[in-house]
């Protein structure tokens, strides 16, 4: 099927033959008598039931939707064929870059199609062809779904501990290993939840976790963060609670990482996924207290790097685009801060190795990137390979060799080693893919949203196609957290631009791509304006005529299953597809789950006051679901092991959608057993889950069959 494209111009007979299909028959889904009180307003809530995960009633649900949802998706003439494409195109060998550790140099490789990256060695010096295989995740579990999520190793680096995931929850065991006999070494660390894990020399790290909730570990809340020491020799029973534990004083999100030269242990505290208390402790004084440089969660602010005891901070307090600044430890508080890099009017995101700084800036969701020494000078702006996106430029002090990887939406990741006092790049490895990326262009539009606001959106699609409205379009948004949408390549999206399709990403407000204003303009009372931004991406790109509302499918996960669910109950009639993935759609509730409550800083909560409480229900997925309304064929994704954002959120709406759906078009939901929010998702099910999401869209837009070119 190699350089597919679709059959685009499909006759109308056909087309309307598509749409004259039956109306399904879903699983019934019972109702309870289940209702709240909010300020005196009693809302109902029938599928409560179906949050419960340990209910055997529940997983007999989930088999009955499955059955449905995989019945109509066998219909799809080409849904094996995508697979096939998505699996050749994904065969390619993908390495990341070298780090040294000890007297290893280390990388991350996967040969094609292996469900999890293998980590590999060789001795410093030596030929890298000589690489033997260190830790090989694919062996943790038979079908690929127990992942490596962290691996960090002692200062000298004959140890390591890496956090293994299985089934995708964000519970994690830590396992210790001699890393000359690749054995393990003392027990295995268990419970251990949103964690780093930082070494102090060799003796031991500082890790985070929760205690194990009552009821469910998939879905009780967790509100109550710490800080442990491992000391290696002990049992896990026997770790140092650093700090947390404190009733009066919660914190959901509690790290700790020690400094490059293991003077210093830098401890972060917040009570949302914004803002943060920051204190610091000197290792070198056995009994030293613990120094506040910050005592309130106002900003994002964390120590970048030391140099003895003085200290790099990078911080977004009376710095919306962020900016770093120096202090010494023994008077680190904000009034003694010295702009060392200030804030621009461009985003900061910087990094460091061999002994520089490196502040990367993204300008309308585009990098650049500058070298600094550490007495602040500029030493010159980095020459990047084109216009995209470059991650890396991280490494030891001490380090003599510095890489980074440049993408964009139509470049696979390509790893490039940078010369720190020539400025030059030199290519290290440039992956060997069956995709032409000549064949395709990006282009930045800025279109205008309902209340005025210019927002960025890059669409990409084959050269030459024509404006004609009938193109396939995925439009893809998140617009929460602070988090910015930058170019990045994806097999999965390269697959849908063999096909036709335009992909088009819109940089909403909620994310980062402006800083912290961007960030607040889409939060809390404010978060309509992300909706509206969406919105219109969409009705710029019909209006442009690069599709229509017959062409057009809405996407996103999380936060962006969240948009998807909001925007296509506000406005059904303007897409022909929706595609919300393990999304946040129960907005009175979803702070009684997990973490939750630490996305109040985005959203706020129901509890907060009368005005805050209709605001969320007025756009919250679930409550806005309407009888009588012909809803766009929807496919709603989740995992049944997603402890983050839990699956009921899925379920409930899937069952609101089902019940109320006015018209043939199918409402489904697909649930990956033995999956969670998506990090360390096997390979072999990510091929699937993508067939499967393009071939739903592309049969709901009328599209018979896949043409060869």
């Not at 010096?125 to 490596?148: H, I, M, R």
């Not at 002692?154 to 890496?162: L, M, R, W």
């Not at 003796?203 to 710490?226: C, I, M, R, W």
Request: hydrophobic content about 35%; charged content about 20%; some cysteine.
């Amino acid at each position: 099927m190699k350089n597919t494209v679709l059959l685009v111009l499909a006759t109308m007979v056909l087309f309307a033959c598509t749409q004259k299909q039956t109306k399904l028959e879903y699983p019934v889904t019972k109702k309870g008598a289940v209702s709240d009180s909010y300020f005196g307003v009693e809302v109902a809530d029938p599928y409560r039931w179906l949050e419960d995960d340990h209910s055997e009633e529940t997983a007999e649900w989930v088999k009955a939707q499955n059955k449905v949802t995989f019945g109509y998706l066998s219909q799809v003439p080409y849904r094996e064929e995508l697979k096939e494409r998505l699996s050749a195109l994904w065969n390619y060998e993908k390495i990341g870059a070298p780090f040294k550790e000890g007297d290893w140099t280390y990388f991350y490789k996967n040969n094609g199609l292996q469900n999890q990256y293998v980590v590999y060695r060789f001795k410093t010096g030596e030929d890298p062809t000589s690489a033997e295989v260190f830790l090989d995740p694919n062996t943790f579990a038979e079908d690929g779904t127990t992942s490596l999520s962290t691996l960090s190793f002692s200062d000298n680096g004959k140890i390591a501990a890496y956090a293994i995931s299985e089934g995708g929850s964000d519970w994690r065991k830590v396992i210790v290993m001699d890393t000359d006999s690749k054995t393990q070494m003392g027990d295995t660390l268990v419970d251990v939840k949103f964690s780093g894990i930082s070494w102090k020399g060799n003796d031991g790290f500082f890790y985070s976790s929760y205690d194990k909730p009552e009821g469910s570990e998939l879905s009780a809340k967790t509100d109550q963060h710490k800080l442990y020491y491992h000391q290696l020799g002990t049992s896990q029973k026997d770790d140092q609670l650093i700090f947390g534990g404190t009733p009066a004083e919660k914190h959901r999100y509690v790290m700790g990482y020690v400094t490059d030269d293991n003077r210093y242990l830098v401890i972060t505290a917040s009570v949302s996924t914004s803002g943060n208390k920051l204190f610091i402790k000197d290792l070198e004084q056995p009994n030293s207290k613990l120094f506040t440089i910050l005592a309130d969660g106002s900003s994002d602010t964390q120590v970048i790097d030391n140099v003895g005891t003085k200290l790099y901070l990078l911080t977004n307090l009376n710095a919306p685009n962020q900016k770093i600044v120096t202090t010494d430890v023994n008077q680190p508080t904000p009034e003694n801060w010295v702009d060392f890099i200030p804030e621009t009017e461009n985003v900061l995101s910087p990094s460091t190795g061999c002994g520089y700084f490196f502040a990367e800036y993204m300008i309308d969701a585009v990098s650049k990137v500058f070298q600094y020494d550490y007495d602040g000078n500029l030493i010159r702006e980095v020459e990047l390979p084109g216009v995209g996106t470059v991650s890396g430029f991280g490494a030891k002090k001490k380090d003599t060799e510095i890489y980074y990887t440049f993408t964009n939406y139509t470049t696979p990741g390509s790893i490039y080693q940078y010369n720190f006092e020539t400025g030059e790049s030199e290519l290290y490895r440039k992956p060997d893919i069956d995709f032409n990326p000549a064949d395709f262009e990006s282009k930045q539009v800025f279109y205008t949203s309902k209340d005025g606001t210019k927002v960025p959106m890059i669409i990409t699609y084959k050269k030459g196609m024509e404006l004609n409205g009938q193109n396939p379009t995925i439009l893809y948004g998140y617009g929460g957290f602070n988090i910015s949408l930058t170019p990045t390549f994806a097999v999965t999206n390269a697959v849908w631009l063999e096909q036709g399709g335009v992909y088009a990403v819109a940089n909403l407000r909620g994310g980062g791509e402006y800083g912290k204003k961007w960030h607040i303009a889409g939060t809390k009372l404010q978060k309509q304006n992300v909706f509206d931004d969406f919105i219109a991406a969409a009705e710029f790109l019909i209006a442009e005529n690069y599709t229509s509302s017959d062409y057009l499918a809405i996407r996103g996960g999380s936060n962006g299953g969240l948009l998807v669910g909001a925007v296509m109950t506000q406005r059904p009639e303007l897409m022909k597809v929706a595609l919300p993935a393990v999304g946040v759609l129960d907005m009175l509730r979803y702070h009684t789950f997990t973490a939750g409550a630490g996305w109040a800083y985005d959203y706020g909560t129901a509890e907060d006051n009368r005005e805050m409480f209709d605001y969320l229900k007025g756009y919250s997925p679930v409550h806005n679901v309407k009888p009588g309304v012909a809803y766009p064929a929807t496919m709603v994704t989740t995992g049944d092991h997603d402890d983050r954002v839990v699956p009921a959120h899925s379920f409930k709406f899937a069952a609101e959608l089902q019940d109320k759906q006015a018209g043939n078009n199918p409402v489904l939901i697909r649930i990956e057993t033995d999956a969670g929010h998506g990090a360390g998702t096997p390979v072999s099910k990510t091929i699937e889950q993508y067939a499967d999401l393009f071939g739903f869209t592309l049969w709901n837009m009328g599209i018979q069959s896949l043409n060869e070119n």
